[in-house]
């Protein structure tokens, strides 16, 4: 069974411009989520999907940020236009049951 | 809001030895603690997980303990190798389908296993 998978694994964009990154969670897994690591601190949580639908956007750290996950299967987050402080590691989840979550290997974002 | 601890922040033992780490959390209504080790490149790995119903479990060199009136849990790994040495993660969370799962993480322990 694959886990879930991410990419690009690594985004160098500069200041102003648009990333994507993607997310494919484990099939048949309803739950996804969208975490975040900035500078060595703590993994943080940024919002959650249930199928198609946000059902907490709670750690979304402003409107430039825009998750989408059309027909409740892959998932992509938009940071448009990209600060320096949006760089970090961005992680996606997947989980079937709301308990045990599995996540994939990260995207490292780095914004200059 | 919703917080959790995590101690030490760097730890490094010899191989062979025991290496602790500690988690505290702030929301009573927590009801499951996960631990994950995140190597290198790699993604946040589950390595073992505690509910609210059990006081402590094990499996092979690991071990969690919880102390729900206290709100600490901690993770115990005997016998270290080399192959231990990672970033450590606690978390917890409100999990269950009349919660959303989401994790509330601590800031990571750097273990590192001195051959």
């Known amino acids: 069974e694959a886990g879930v998978t991410q990419f690009p694994s690594h985004s160098v964009i500069e200041k102003g411009q648009t990333v994507t990154l993607r997310c494919d969670p484990i099939s048949g897994h309803d739950n996804l989520y969208w975490y975040r690591r900035v500078m060595g601190k703590e993994i943080k949580f940024l919002l959650h999907?249930?199928?198609?639908?946000?059902?907490?956007e709670s750690g979304m750290p402003n409107n430039r940020f825009l998750a989408e996950r059309t027909g409740g299967t892959y998932s992509t987050l938009k940071v448009q236009p990209a600060e320096l402080e949006d760089s970090g590691v961005y992680f996606c989840?997947?989980?079937?049951?709301?308990?045990?979550?599995?996540f994939g290997q990260g995207t490292r974002l780095t914004v200059v | 809001g919703e917080n959790v601890e995590q101690h030490p922040s760097t730890l490094s033992v010899q191989e062979g030895d025991s290496a602790v780490i500690k988690c505290t959390y702030s929301d009573s209504a927590s009801n499951y603690f996960p631990w994950y080790k995140q190597e290198l490149g790699k993604g946040p790995q589950l390595i073992i997980d505690i509910r609210s119903n059990v006081g402590e479990k094990k499996d092979q060199r690991i071990a969690v303990t919880l102390n729900k009136t206290a709100k600490h849990f901690s993770l115990h790994i005997t016998e270290t190798q080399p192959e231990d040495s990672a970033v450590y993660f606690c978390?917890?969370?409100?999990?269950?389908?009349?919660?959303?799962?989401?994790?509330?993480f601590g800031q990571g322990t750097t273990l590192q296993v001195k051959p």
């Open positions: 978390a917890a969370s409100k999990s269950g389908s009349s919660n959303t799962g989401k994790l509330i």
């Open positions: 999907f249930v199928k198609e639908s946000k059902q907490d």
């Open positions: 989840a997947s989980s079937q049951n709301r308990v045990e979550a599995f």
